[in-house]
């Protein structure tokens, strides 16, 4: 446990030094959040996925694949550099280098919640809107926690799978599908047969299942209620999950045989 533990502090310590983990993973969430606040409010305020309790699970559920794209970087660039190979010489075993991963974007992803709660209390408290209550805030954190282990082990995916140039653009695509197909800030719910698609993917699930918890206000907590799809949506996302860890741990232990 102690070489998963030191190997985690090394990636941690690698992940401060690199500006664009400030940049995407805790700065851009904040941007995005006041953004919309401001669309809503200078629009007449009569978009309800733009209001604070319905935005904030999307907002942090889209946040989540940026630390899929922080950790493929810093995976492919330990492959391309030769560290990893070095490393693999040593006791270490292969669930060592993919817990010593995976803590990294775990930390990532709850300081990424709890920036995302903070800043949307502080949009709460300057537009005089009720927030999210507290047990629901802790009941959250339990709700994101299958879609950030998705996005923490298609990180490892991507960056054993490609290298330092094509791992990002790869993530990108997830990227963009996370906002897009997960409703993150677009209102699915009026796009009648897409919606139906986006329902059977690890996304929108996900978004869904927040918004429950979070208690979305006026017209949407009428679309977002512990219903028969909220079922349908908690074996989706955690499917995906599991499906993501047994492809990981395989990727990871394959290219590991192959390096050494």
């Known amino acids: ?33 006041f953004l919309f606040f401001f669309i809503n409010k200078y629009s007449g305020g009569n978009t309800p996925t733009f209001e604070v309790k319905s935005l904030t699970p999307g907002i942090i559920v889209f946040s989540y694949s940026f630390i899929m794209l922080t950790l493929a970087l810093i995976v492919s660039k330990d492959r391309q550099t030769f560290f ?28 990424q919640t709890i920036i995302c709660l903070l800043t949307a209390f502080i949009i709460a408290l300057i537009s005089k809107v009720e927030f999210i209550a507290l047990p629901n805030v802790l009941l959250l954190f339990v709700t994101n926690l299958p879609i ?38 677009m209102p699915l719910e009026t796009m009648g047969g897409f919606e139906t698609f986006c329902k059977f993917l690890p996304f929108y699930p996900s978004v869904y299942l927040g918004r429950i918890t979070s208690g979305a206000t006026n017209a949407l907590k009428v679309l977002y209620k512990f219903d028969g799809y909220a079922v349908v949506a908690i074996t989706t996302i955690f499917v995906y999950m599991i499906a993501s860890v047994i492809l990981t741990i395989f990727t990871f232990k394959k290219n590991m045989v192959s390096d050494k």
């Open 1 to 33: 446990m102690n070489k998963t533990i030191n190997f985690a502090k090394r990636n941690f310590k690698e992940l401060l030094r690199d500006p664009l983990m400030y940049v995407f993973c805790l700065g851009f969430p904040i941007a995005m959040l």
């Open 148 to 185: 950030l282990i998705l996005n923490i082990c298609l990180g490892i995916l991507f960056g054993t799978a490609f290298n330092d140039k094509s791992a990002p653009g790869i993530c990108s695509i997830f990227i963009s599908l996370s906002g897009i197909l997960g409703g993150c800030w």
């Open 84 to 111: 990893l190979k070095r490393l693999y010489s040593s006791p270490m075993k292969d669930y060592d280098f993919i817990l010593g991963y995976a803590i990294v974007g775990f930390i990532i992803g709850i300081l």
